[in-house]
Structures are given as C-alpha cells and as structure tokens.
C-alpha cells in the first residue's frame, strides 16, 4: 500500500481529504483514549489494595492480562505488555504483595513461575476487566471480516510508529 504523506501543520495549510482524516483521527484519537480511561473505574476494593500495597492504576494492564489469559509464565506477561522480564517481576512481584496475584512453580516446567489472579480477588477483577475492555470487544464485533483485518493493520502501524519513536528510531513503515 502507498504511503501517503500528511502535510505539517501550517497556518495556510490547505485542505484535503487526507489532511481532513489526519484531523478528524487526532481528535478522535484523543477523545477515545480518555473515554477508554474514564469508562469503566476499578472497584474500591481493587483499588484500595493497589493503594495499602503503595502502587497504582500502572499495574491494571497486568491485571486485565492475566485475568484474560492467565495463568501466564512471567515472561509472557512481558510479551503481551511490552516490558522487559524485569520490570514484569517487578510489577507482579508488587501485584502479589498486595493480595492480587499467586505466583506459582509451572508444574511441566519447573523453571518457569506462572501467575494467576488470587481467588479472593478473580470475581471482581474478572467483572471489572470484561466491562473495561467491552468497547474492544463490541467494536471489533461490529466490523465485517475485511474491515476487521483493515482496522488491526492500521493499529499495528500506529503501534509501529509509536514503539519506534519510543525507541528513539525514526524509521517509519512503507
């Protein structure tokens, strides 16, 4: 597919449709991000235990990953956070210090430390994960095949760009 360019903001910048997408994106870009923040709050009970534990909201990604496809080794949950393994124990290593989450010693692979969440906790964590992520779920539910396969390639380019960047690489895809 062509790369079409976007032309920098400018005071006499001229319109057209790709200018007009840049900026209808730009806002809803915005206005999706915090709606997605602002959605669906964790629980009191949730959130009490991340602050008595001296932690906060940085660690409800873990959560939402483990409740939706846990247990999880560690170094998986690093993958589909994009952490580096350290900064993941780090993270559930806090996590089960708050009573959230169990680690425990895979029984085929004893090298490898699964996590799961605590069953004190799994209802209301699993309630709250499947409520924040329903946006997800019910906007890739309304896509057609073909504009759900459109859709994922224009968030794994956006995702390209802003882990290069994020890299310090300015390398863009083609």
Known sequence: MARTEIPAATAS??????????????????ETIAGLKRFRPPPPNLMGALERASI????????IAITQ???????????????????????VGQLARAGLVE?????QDRRRTLVR??????????????????????TLE????AARAHFMAG???????TASRALGDDVGCA
Not at 13 to 30: A, I, K
């Open 103 to 107: 680690r425990a010693e895979d029984e």
């Open 69 to 91: 496809g846990g247990p999880l080794s560690v170094s998986d949950l690093a993958r589909r956070l994009g952490h580096t393994l350290p900064t993941t124990s780090t993270i």
């Open 142 to 145: 309304r896509l057609s095949p």
């Open 13 to 30: 910048t001229p319109t057209s449709p790709e200018y007009d997408d840049f900026m209808e994106l730009v806002t809803l870009f915005g």
């Open 56 to 63: 906060g909201p940085r660690h409800l990604p873990a959560l």
């Open 117 to 138: 969440v605590h069953d004190d906790h799994a209802a209301e964590i699993t309630e709250w994960a499947e409520a924040a992520l329903s946006p997800l779920r019910a």
């Open 155 to 161: 968030w794994r380019i956006l995702h390209e760009e």
